[in-house]
């Protein structure tokens, strides 16, 4: 079972290489990577609204968190109603295509922005966020932000 996991992993790995152009890397690998000299992250993609066809694992520039606002490494994300009606356009005022879709999300604390207090690089945390949430990384406002007591899985805490 682990190794078709790994070998799914592969798979996609080489599918987003596929797709932005690039021969596949030797072995894979995750966390953040570089594009020219900026850091970049997988995320989710809205390409357009519709089924599940219009989604896509791609790569993306990764955020810094803006005054008042923490850098989360997401560990869990949620899939909710809103978020089926999102992909489907079937909301009061869609938002703008290609988006990252996904409005709650917990994880761990990897940078504050300036002027935060209250939390500390490692902190467990769930967050609250307009849209992005299906990413590896994001950055939201601290006020919506929450820590979850270690004993929380993270799934549990989004």
């Given at each position: 079972?682990?190794?078709?996991?790994?070998?799914?992993?592969?798979?996609?790995e080489?599918?987003?290489?596929?797709?932005?152009?690039?021969?596949?890397?030797?072995?894979?690998?995750?966390?953040?990577?570089?594009?020219?000299?900026?850091?970049?992250?997988?995320?989710?993609?809205?390409?357009?609204?519709?089924?599940?066809n219009?989604?896509?694992?791609?790569?993306?520039?990764?955020?810094?968190?803006?005054?008042?606002?923490?850098?989360?490494?997401?560990?869990?994300?949620?899939?909710?109603?809103?978020?089926?009606?999102?992909?489907?356009?079937?909301?009061?005022?869609?938002?703008?295509?290609?988006?990252?879709?996904g409005?709650?999300?917990?994880?761990?604390?990897?940078a504050?922005?300036?002027?935060?207090?209250?939390?500390?690089?490692?902190?467990?945390?769930?967050?609250?966020?307009?849209?992005?949430?299906?990413?590896e990384?994001?950055?939201?406002?601290?006020?919506?932000?929450?820590?979850?007591?270690?004993?929380?899985?993270?799934?549990?805490?989004?």
């Open positions: 079972m682990a190794k078709e996991g790994v070998e799914k992993a592969e798979e996609t080489q599918m987003i290489e596929k797709e932005a152009g690039k021969e596949p890397a030797e072995g894979g690998g995750g966390g953040s990577h570089r594009l020219g000299d900026a850091q970049e992250m997988r995320a989710v993609v809205l390409a357009g609204f519709g089924g599940l219009k989604l896509r694992v791609t790569r993306k520039a990764m955020p810094e968190p803006q005054d008042g606002e923490l850098k989360i490494r997401v560990k869990a994300c949620g899939l909710n109603f809103i978020d089926l009606m999102v992909r489907q356009g079937n909301i009061d005022n869609p938002p703008k295509t290609p988006l990252v879709p409005f709650e999300c917990s994880g761990i604390v990897e504050l922005g300036d002027s935060v207090k209250g939390y500390e690089i490692g902190d467990r945390v769930m967050a609250f966020v307009n849209y992005n949430a299906w990413a990384v994001v950055c939201t406002p601290v006020e919506f932000v929450y820590k979850i007591p270690d004993d929380m899985s993270f799934s549990d805490g989004q």
